[in-house]
């Protein structure tokens, strides 16, 4: 789906274990300005329910399990994230929900930006007007 993609990250494992080095700029597409975690989510919990004008993020799934769903007015997709090696990019202007967490879930997301509240779009209405001309935009090859 447009400004999503899965990333898959390097796992140096042997006997002693995993190791996943990411870098800023080279493992994912921007430098990282944050990282904040997601733990102890109740089973039923649905979290998310809005957009970023400007943040681009990856979610990774560090341990546990997750769902996650991305959504434009034009698509929808769910994606299942289990393995800590692999992440999420989510990028401009996309919705997202995350749901069906297990109970030892620990979701880590990495983003491109300090936290601004002025850059969530988080009412679903106003997020349908300012992404379907972005879009679109896009869609011409005019973005
Ligand atoms: P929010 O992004 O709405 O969480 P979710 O999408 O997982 O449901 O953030 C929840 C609260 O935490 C909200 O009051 C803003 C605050 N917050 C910060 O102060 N700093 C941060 O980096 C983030 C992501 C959230």
């Known amino acids: 789906m447009i400004h999503t993609k899965k990333i898959s990250f390097p796992d140096m494992h042997g006997a002693l274990g995993h190791l996943t080095p990411i870098e ?3 493992d994912i597409p921007f430098p990282i300005r944050r990282v904040y975690y997601i733990t102890r989510v109740p089973g039923q919990a649905v979290r998310g329910f809005h957009s970023h004008r400007r943040l681009e993020q990856v979610l990774i799934c560090l341990h546990g399990r997750v769902k996650i769903r991305v959504k434009t007015p034009f698509a929808e997709q769910i994606i299942p994230l289990c393995d800590p090696a692999e992440g999420l990019y989510i990028g ?8 069906d967490f297990s109970e030892d879930a620990v979701l880590m997301v990495l ?24 879009f679109q935009t896009l869609s011409e090859g005019g973005a």
């Open 92 to 99: 401009h202007m996309i919705w997202r929900e995350m749901f």
């Open 111 to 134: 983003a491109s930006e300090h936290y601004s509240e002025a850059d969530y779009i988080r009412d679903y209405a106003a997020y349908e007007k300012e992404a379907v001309p972005y």
């Open 24 to 26: 800023g700029n080279v």
